[in-house]
């Protein structure tokens, strides 16, 4: 028998300041890299009871401390990280006002987009023509998209559709700002299938105004295609 990273009675997290709390309803990794390194590594937890969300700074651990209070109590359901217009956010699904999805930004962040700009759909990357060749597996490759389709240099982020076709084995690829480890899906597959997906890609890496496209696939290649309709600035 193992014994559990972290353990608490109903009542008080130890460690942090919610009462009230006993049943824990959803879990996340905050991605390395995605917030300020102190972060990097940490577990956040969601108290369904108490609606509010500690932090681990590491495991096994005698005591977590506050993350965020005062969510809703019987209302907490999910928790995962993923794309957003200032990079990656945390994200968690609620009862609250019948059923929400919303977003927490770490304030240290790079500033959120001060507006969206509709552009007409068109294509800036696409590995079966002049983009090639296709995705190689486990390979690592940053494109650039300010400057293509209408996207300003200054966008800090587009609203894209992407799509994967032509994988020669099951996996997933991974898009995040560039001179990043993205650790999130963008887009999971089958051998042979073709699938596409919004996705909000950010572009304040380095260099900025590029996104990194991680390919996970055992063997093999798979094509990428991205469009923009739009981005923030």
Same mark, same amino acid.
């Given at each position: 028998m193992l014994d559990p990273h972290f353990e608490f009675p109903h009542g008080t997290i130890p460690g942090t300041t919610a009462t009230g709390c006993g049943s824990i309803t959803g879990g996340a990794w905050v991605p390395t890299g995605a917030w300020p390194a102190a972060y990097d590594g940490t577990y956040l937890f969601a108290d369904f009871n108490c609606g509010a969300i500690a932090r681990l700074a590491s495991l096994p651990a005698a005591s977590a401390v506050d993350f965020a209070t005062g969510l809703g109590a019987n209302t907490l359901v999910e928790l995962i990280f993923g794309p957003s217009p200032i990079g990656t956010s945390l994200y968690y699904t609620t009862y609250a006002a019948g059923g929400q999805v919303r977003r927490i930004d770490f304030a $240290? *962040?790079? =500033? =959120? $987009? $001060? +507006?969206?700009? +509709?552009?007409? =759909?068109?294509? %800036?990357?696409? +590995?079966? #023509?002049s983009d090639g060749p296709a995705?190689? *597996? &486990? #390979? +690592?490759r940053t494109f650039a998209i300010a400057g293509i389709c209408g996207v300003p240099s200054g966008a800090v982020a587009v609203a894209a559709n992407v799509t994967i076709t032509g994988a020669t084995a099951a996996g997933s690829v991974r898009i995040g700002p560039a001179g990043t480890t993205p650790s999130l899906d963008t887009i999971s597959f089958r051998a042979g299938q073709t699938r596409a997906d919004n996705a909000i890609l950010g572009l304040f890496g380095a260099p900025t105004g590029s996104v990194t496209v991680v390919s996970n696939i055992?063997? #093999?290649? %798979?094509?990428?295609? %991205?469009? %923009? &309709?739009g981005y923030w600035q």
């Amino acid at each position: 028998m193992l014994d559990p990273h972290f353990e608490f009675p109903h009542g008080t997290i130890p460690g942090t300041t919610a009462t009230g709390c006993g049943s824990i309803t959803g879990g996340a990794w905050v991605p390395t890299g995605a917030w300020p390194a102190a972060y990097d590594g940490t577990y956040l937890f969601a108290d369904f009871n108490c609606g509010a969300i500690a932090r681990l700074a590491s495991l096994p651990a005698a005591s977590a401390v506050d993350f965020a209070t005062g969510l809703g109590a019987n209302t907490l359901v999910e928790l995962i990280f993923g794309p957003s217009p200032i990079g990656t956010s945390l994200y968690y699904t609620t009862y609250a006002a019948g059923g929400q999805v919303r977003r927490i930004d770490f304030a $240290a *962040a790079p =500033p =959120p $987009a $001060a +507006t969206f700009t +509709t552009l007409p =759909p068109c294509r %800036v990357h696409d +590995t079966r #023509g002049s983009d090639g060749p296709a995705l190689a *597996a &486990n #390979g +690592t490759r940053t494109f650039a998209i300010a400057g293509i389709c209408g996207v300003p240099s200054g966008a800090v982020a587009v609203a894209a559709n992407v799509t994967i076709t032509g994988a020669t084995a099951a996996g997933s690829v991974r898009i995040g700002p560039a001179g990043t480890t993205p650790s999130l899906d963008t887009i999971s597959f089958r051998a042979g299938q073709t699938r596409a997906d919004n996705a909000i890609l950010g572009l304040f890496g380095a260099p900025t105004g590029s996104v990194t496209v991680v390919s996970n696939i055992p063997t #093999g290649t %798979v094509h990428l295609i %991205v469009d %923009v &309709n739009g981005y923030w600035q």
